[in-house]
Structure formats: C-alpha cells, structure tokens
C-alpha cells in the first residue's frame, strides 16, 4: 500500500494545460499542492486559469464558493525544486523530451525522501526510457490524464518494466480516492487510447483521400449511424492537426512502422500549412465563420459504409490490444468511453455487431487493399473458430 492521504502534499511539475488541470485535480482532493514550472509567470498564469475556470461552475451552480476559495488555497506555486522535499508523489507533466524529463527526475532524486512517488503524464514517451537510469526506477510510473484533466474521468496507470506492483496498486487506489476512473495499461506506445482509437482518424482520412467522401459527410456518418459525440474531423480540429498527427507519426515510428499506424499525408499538410484546427481558426474546418451544418441527401447505403468500415478498424485495434495483453477487456471498454467519449466499449460492440460480421468486413477490405492495417487479428479469429464472445452475458 501507498502511504498516501489527504495529508500527502503533491507536487506538480509543468503548469501548462495538463499540469494545472491535475493540480486541480489532487487539490480538490483535499492536498496541499505544490505547482512548480521552469517559466515562474506560467504558474501565476495557471493560477489565474483555474480561478476563471472554478468561477464560472460556481456561477453555474454546480460548485460552492466555499469549495471553489479551497481549491485555489490549496495550490501553493514554487519557484525551486527543492520545495518538493516533503512531498509524497510528484506528477510531471512538461514538455514532451525524453531528455528533459529525465534530467529533472535525476535531480528529484536527490532532493526528495526514497519514498517519494514518481509519475509522469507523458503521452508518447516509454516509462521505462524515463526512469531507466534513476537509482530507484520501481518507485515511477505512467499517470496519464486526458485534456482537460479536471473534466476527462480517465487515467491510465502504467508501470513500467521495473515499476513494483505496490505502487501500481497503490496509484490505482488514489485515482479511484481523486474521483477518477483508473485503468491499467502496460508500457506500450500510445498506451490503450492513443493506439485504440488511431483508426478512427487514420481509416477517416484514408477515405476521404480515396474521394469516397468530404468531411461533413464522413463526420456525420459517425454521429448519426454510430451516436459519436464528435465525428472524426471535427476531433482532429479539436486536439489540434499538429498534435493528432504527431501522436500517429510516434505511434507508428514505435511499433516499427506497422501500416495499421501509417500517417496521413493530408493530416501532414493541414498541419504544414498551420490549419492546426480550433486553436488557429481553421483546419479540416473554418472557424473564423459561423457556420451551420448543412444535412444534406446523403445516401444512407455510403454513410453505412463509411460508419462499418471506420468501426470495424477501431474494434480490430481493440482486439490486438487485448491480444497483445495491453490491458484488459474492461479496462479497454472503459479506456474508449471515458477517455474519449466514445458511445460504446468497442469489445462490447463486437460482440453486439457478431464476431464473424466483423472479421468479414475486415476481410474483404484486407482482399480489396492487399494492405496490411486491415489484416483481421488472430485472436478474433480464434474466438470465431471457439465460438466466444468478449464478454458473457
Ligand atoms: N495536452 C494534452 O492534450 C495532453 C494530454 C495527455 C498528456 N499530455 C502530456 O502532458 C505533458 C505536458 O503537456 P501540456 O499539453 O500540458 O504542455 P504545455 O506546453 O501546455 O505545458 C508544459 C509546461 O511545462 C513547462 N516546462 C517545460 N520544461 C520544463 C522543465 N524542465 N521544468 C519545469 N517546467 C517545464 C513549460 O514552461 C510549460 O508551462 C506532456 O508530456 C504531454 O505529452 C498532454
């Protein structure tokens, strides 16, 4: 067990999006919160966020001033390092450098006691190239949020290969303590949503490379025929091109370029050109404009298709994260609807649509490409061939 409680003073490293959204987090929790950056003024910064942000739910209503004022008095910014001495866990969460991160938990090491907790929010660096030369490796794992922190429920726990099982555990134990839903995933690139979910951009840019579609058409062929909260598109401008494509491009380069992960070209370009999506007015979409969604005649028989084809490549990516033992079959349902708002555990749905439905389709689009990214996985064909399901009932 982790000797971890409202009493443990937390510290946070990197006061950007991510860091002061987990010092919310864990400062809502009731801890004393220490919030460190390289840049002083982003901490004052951060500090100033949060206040907007837990002033507009308390006008809403769905927040006490009262609580709201301890939040913020919890937070306590620092300009050194060593103020992190008394803390019990530290959450990292700067700029994404194998580098740079490991320099700073060096230093760590030398200020704060043994006991001390390490975690790192990285999205695409191993925890095991963290933490490999620390003096204590078993003491550091993976918390990884989602954007924004306060909002999202999921964390993905993440040992490494030298991370002890009491301390996994133990960070298991305190997500669930903070109000979030914790699952566990081993050191894997993209860990179980950043590769879950990479045929939901990578298989809707491949059709509308193809011409098959337009945006708005492949968007709301996710929305309408899979109840999608946000269509594959409208996604991308959200997280930003520059940062989805990014995310594939470490995705692919760390599973030895398998084609499943093949980057897109269009992506590159949006992203080229500065057409990141939301943040700069414009990417797959404008923004500069109001606009209104146009439902036009679609044909029913394409959106179907469109929605199959998109479905069918998210459930194959779930089956070989379970195949590979990534995580388990709950934890990757779970991973999908709380990380990234998807309708459905994408397990649960292949066992809804059939097994064999599924590996059809995969199959007679692995016929038509000759590619390798819609090669049905193993383990689907196995259960077909023992007559299983995901789950039981
Ligand atoms: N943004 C996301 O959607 C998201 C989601 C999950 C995980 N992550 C991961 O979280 C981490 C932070 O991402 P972010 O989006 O919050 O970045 P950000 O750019 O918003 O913030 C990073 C902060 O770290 C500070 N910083 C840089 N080097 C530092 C150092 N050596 N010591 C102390 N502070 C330093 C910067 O000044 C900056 O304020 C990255 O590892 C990223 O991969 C990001």
Partial sequence: MLNINNNTDIGVIGAGTMGSGIAQVAASAGHAVYLYDANFSS?????VNLKNGLNKLVDKGKLEQKKADSIISNIHIIDKLENFQK????IEAIIEDLDVKRTLF?????ICEPTCIFASNTSSLSIGSISG??????RFAGLHFFNPAQVLPL???????LTSDNIINGLYDLMKVW???PVIAKDTPGFIVNKVARPYYGEALKIYEEGLADFSEIDFAMKSIGSFKMGPFELMDLIGNDVNYKVTETVFTEFYYDGRYKPSITQKRYAEAGLLGRKSGRGFYDYSKETTFEEKNYDYNKLNYIF????VMLINEAIDTLYRNIAS?????LAVIKGVNYPKGLLKWADELGLEFVYDELNSLYTLYLEDRYRPCPLLKKMIDSSKKFYNE
């Fill in 43 to 47: 901490c004052e910064k951060a500090i």
């Fill in 87 to 90: 803390c019990g866990l530290i």
């Fill in 106 to 110: 060096g230093k760590l090491e030398d």
């Fill in 133 to 138: 030369n620390l003096k204590n490796p078993e």
């Fill in 155 to 161: 964390v993905e726990v993440v040992p490494s290969v």
């Fill in 179 to 181: 109000g979030k839903t």
């Fill in 308 to 311: 199959t084809r998109i479905l």
């Fill in 329 to 333: 079959k709950e934890d990757i349902d």
